[in-house]
Each structure stands twice: as structure tokens, then as C-alpha cells.
């Protein structure tokens, strides 16, 4: 059991470009998980999928964000036309759909955005 | 709005002592509490959870209690360790998967 991974650990971009994230959940884990966390705040949701489906989207979420998880295994996120307010710490957990359902997290992306 | 609610930012403890961090909710429908742990520059790591069935889980030294009535519930840890110095995350969820954080409260365990 490796854990949650994700890629890169940190991202530095200027205001307008397109960046992509990625998660590798834990092998046997069905659920995976999108949370934000910026400075001085609790994680705050995303999105969720279980297996290949994409069951519900934050309103946090706006339509410049999307995700993916096309083999029901790793997943992307995808910032387009990136903002200030981007900036934040992307974290990615997983989950085996079982009593507990309990979420493990990745270490996270750090994006700062110029 | 903020459904879980840590309002200690902080807590100093001295080492051997026990550390008491504290956690309230407002939504009735949570049923199930988790506490995570923080490092700098890490993800959160699960330390120890409780069902709404219960009112207290022990795992060595970390103990959760859980009062429904009050919804609150606290996380004691004894005896604290300069290793415990880190932020806690309080978090809870109904009876699906979105999980609910507090803001956090950063314990600094001193020699």
C-alpha cells in the first residue's frame, strides 16, 4: 500500500494559464475525492467519484474547473484561465466503499498563481 | 456556512501532559467524526474516528468522545509528544461521503 499520490507537489503559473493535476488513488480504493484548502481553513470539497462516474460537483467548482477519472483509477483536475484566487492547496483523498468509508489523503498540490 | 466549528486556533502543551482539542457541529444529520492530523507542507492524516452510535473510541493514546446532545466532540491525547506538535482537523459527514472541516487547531507540545 503506497498511499495517495499526487503530482506535481507544487505549481507556480501565471494568471490565465491552464494547469493540470494529478491523483493516484490507493490501488483498491473505488471512491476518490477533490478538496481546497487555502491558508488558515479546514479542507473544503470539490467533487467526488465513485469508480469512472463523477457523482456531484461543489459549488466551488466553477466552469473553469473540471475533472476526470477516465479508468475509474487516477484522476485530473484541470484549471483553466487560472486566477489569484486559485491559489490554494489541491488535495486529493480516496476511499474504499466499505463501514467506514474513512478518507485518506494525498500530500496535495501547492498552486500559486502570478 | 460553517457547519464545524473549532474555536481554539491554537493550544501549548507541556510534554506528559494531556492535550484536550475541542469540536462543535451544527448539522444533525452528521453521523459520523473524524480527527485528522497536519504537518507542514503534507496532506492530513487520518488519526482516529467515531460513529454517532457511539460516545467515545480509544487508539492508544488518542481518545474521541462524542456528545450527540451537545454536538460536540473532543479528541485527548495522552501523554502529548513533541512528535504531536501539528495542526488537527476536525471532520464529520452524513451518511454519505462529503466530509465537513473545522478550521483547524495547532497544538505545540513543549519539552
Known amino acids: 500500500d503506497t498511499g495517495v499520490s499526487q503530482d506535481p507537489r507544487h505549481k507556480i503559473t501565471k494568471r490565465g494559464q491552464n494547469v493540470t493535476f494529478r491523483c493516484d488513488p490507493i490501488?483498491?480504493?473505488?471512491?476518490l475525492y477533490w478538496y481546497r484548502q487555502t491558508l488558515g481553513q479546514g479542507p473544503e470539497f470539490l467533487t467526488y467519484?465513485?469508480?469512472?462516474?463523477?457523482?456531484?460537483k461543489s459549488r466551488l467548482l466553477s466552469d473553469r474547473f473540471s475533472a476526470e477519472r477516465p479508468k475509474g483509477s487516477f484522476s485530473t483536475l484541470e484549471i483553466q484561465r487560472t486566477e489569484q484566487g486559485d491559489s490554494a492547496m489541491y488535495l486529493c483523498?480516496?476511499?474504499?466503499?466499505?463501514?467506514?468509508?474513512?478518507?485518506?489523503f494525498g500530500p496535495g498540490t501547492r498552486l500559486t498563481v502570478l | 456556512d460553517q457547519q464545524v466549528k473549532q474555536n481554539s486556533p491554537s493550544l501549548s502543551v507541556q510534554e506528559g501532559r494531556i492535550s484536550i482539542l475541542n469540536c462543535d457541529y451544527t448539522?444533525?444529520?452528521?453521523?459520523?467524526f473524524l480527527w485528522y492530523k497536519k504537518y507542514p507542507a503534507e496532506g492530513p492524516t487520518f488519526l482516529i474516528s467515531?460513529?454517532?452510535?457511539?460516545d467515545k473510541n480509544e487508539d492508544g493514546r488518542f481518545t474521541v468522545f462524542l456528545n450527540k446532545s451537545a454536538k460536540h466532540l473532543s479528541l485527548h491525547i495522552v501523554p502529548s509528544q513533541p512528535g504531536d506538535s501539528a495542526v488537527y482537523f476536525c471532520?464529520?459527514?452524513?451518511?454519505?461521503?462529503?466530509?465537513?472541516f473545522g478550521a483547524g487547531t495547532t497544538v505545540t507540545v513543549r519539552a
Open positions: 471532520a464529520a459527514r452524513p451518511n454519505d461521503y462529503k466530509l465537513s
Open positions: 483523498a480516496s476511499s474504499q466503499m466499505d463501514g467506514t468509508d474513512t478518507q485518506y
Open positions: 467519484f465513485q469508480n469512472e462516474a463523477q457523482l456531484e
Open positions: 467515531i460513529s454517532s452510535i457511539k
Open positions: 448539522n444533525s444529520m452528521f453521523d459520523y
Open positions: 490501488s483498491e480504493h473505488n471512491r
